[in-house]
């Protein structure tokens, strides 16, 4: 019996540790190269394997793959693309088996958040119908932080790290300034519907900061949100705010919609820190500084947490080593087995059960005025920022990140209208 190829791509928003999951399953499925054909990527994600592009990652030498453990964002290209229902883009799903039947590619790794899942859940199901069975193994990403069932998501505990230690840093900033000049700093942070992130910039509140946050889950109240933020300026002399981008009012509106929307048909953000910080000025008069981490936050490998590059890697090796035992339409996750000592094995859930299932904050984490979090929270998230894997740096003082070959492989098949 002929070995099958494997198909692997990236999806949506990159993080600092995607890659390192890239890095598990690649060289995991070299370790088995003798049940393991090539390993192909999608350029540019799911559309890389639509518009038959695809990168052949036995042209990477064993130290380029190794390399991309500690090099950030999306090696082989992302995309935001969401394949629409069967029922009304049968085709989409259809031209993917037949690029993997072309190919011989008879596992497929997508390496994504919530929309993915669903992507990865229909391709298994539509294989088996066409007489082309794939094994599709979901492979958890998200800053967010909002995929069901796994402890956390590969890529969030970085981004925490990384909004935690700013947020410090530019608290402390704000402090030496507040007695003539700036009394408020204003944050935002990734987030639409979960405040996970916005969760590890309250962190800084063990540390000795007046720290206000704005969590999606906790509708916006600019009465009881002014009297907070005066209090800590009038107990403290400053006051740092972190708000999710997803902060809303009561009536559902964003505070940062822009009256736009991205192709998977979410509302495009981005805007609330302005929109807090003049919020403070017009009505407490207070001087202002405020930051959007956008990017920053989820491309910064130099400050990765070393438990998430351990698990972005693991998930990424499991998902091939799952597939080899015969298992299909699954996620690997994370499953936490004490806090402190920080301990924790791989799992697995049903496809089923994690397409377009957000996992909130939960309120027990808010604290009870809504602006900053318990000691639950705080023992949830420790763990998952502790300790650095920082990348090595060249004589010029900046990090060696790997960029790949990307060679595409011959297509066989006619061109496909996106």
């Not at 990477?60 to 453990?69: G, P, T």
């Not at 990734?190 to 962190?203: F, K, S, V, Y």
């Not at 920053?296 to 698990?311: F, G, K, P």
Request: with cysteine; proline share 4%; charged share 20%.
């Amino acid at each position: 019996m002929t070995k099958k190829n494997a198909f692997y791509a990236q999806s949506g928003g990159v993080t600092a540790v995607i890659n390192s999951s890239a890095c598990g399953v690649i060289e995991t499925a070299r370790k088995h190269a003798d049940q393991i054909g090539t390993v192909y990527a999608g350029r540019n994600g799911i559309i890389g394997a639509l518009t038959e592009e695809l990168i052949d990652t036995s042209l990477e030498s064993d130290q380029a793959i190794a390399a991309l453990r500690s090099t950030p964002s999306g090696a082989f290209g992302s995309c935001r693309f969401k394949l629409k229902s069967l029922e009304e883009n049968r085709r989409e799903y259809e031209r993917l088996i037949e690029v993997f039947k072309a190919h011989n590619i008879g596992y497929f790794f997508y390496n994504g958040g919530g929309d993915s899942a669903d992507t990865c859940y229909k391709v298994s199901q539509l294989s088996e119908k066409m007489g082309f069975p794939v094994q599709a193994i979901h492979v958890p990403k998200t800053v967010d932080n909002d995929l069901p069932i796994t402890d956390n998501c590969p890529g969030f505990g970085s981004v925490a790290k990384y909004i935690a230690v700013s947020t410090l840093e530019a608290s402390y900033d704000v402090r030496s300034m507040a007695a003539t000049s700036t009394k408020i700093f204003v944050i935002e942070v990734m987030g639409r519907h979960a405040g996970w992130i916005a969760a590890a910039g309250a962190l800084v509140e063990d540390y000795g900061i007046p720290v206000v946050t704005l969590f999606p889950e906790v509708e916006f109240n600019q009465e009881k949100f002014l009297a907070a933020v005066d209090a800590k300026v009038k107990e403290h002399g400053y006051c740092s705010i972190v708000v999710s981008e997803g902060c809303h009012w009561p009536d559902g509106k964003f505070l940062a919609e822009q009256g736009t929307r991205d192709s998977f048909g979410h509302a495009q953000l981005g805007g609330a820190a302005p929109v807090v910080a003049n919020i403070i000025k017009d009505a407490l008069g207070y001087k202002y500084h405020w930051a959007v981490a956008d990017y920053l936050q989820r491309a910064a490998r130099h400050l990765a947490s070393a438990s998430d590059v351990e698990q972005a890697y693991a998930l990424g090796a499991a998902a091939v080593e799952k597939a080899l035992e015969g298992k299909n339409s699954i996620m690997p996750t994370v499953v936490r087995d004490s806090s402190s000592p920080y301990q924790w094995h791989i799992g697995e859930a049903p496809l089923s059960e994690v397409a377009n299932v957000e996992k909130m904050m939960p309120m027990d984490f808010i604290s009870d005025d809504g602006y900053g979090i318990t000691d639950k929270c705080k023992e949830y998230l420790y763990p998952l920022i502790k300790g650095e894997a920082y990348p090595e740096y060249d004589d010029n003082g900046m990090p060696r990140y790997v960029t790949l070959k990307s060679g595409i492989v011959e297509k066989k098949l006619p061109p496909f209208e996106l």
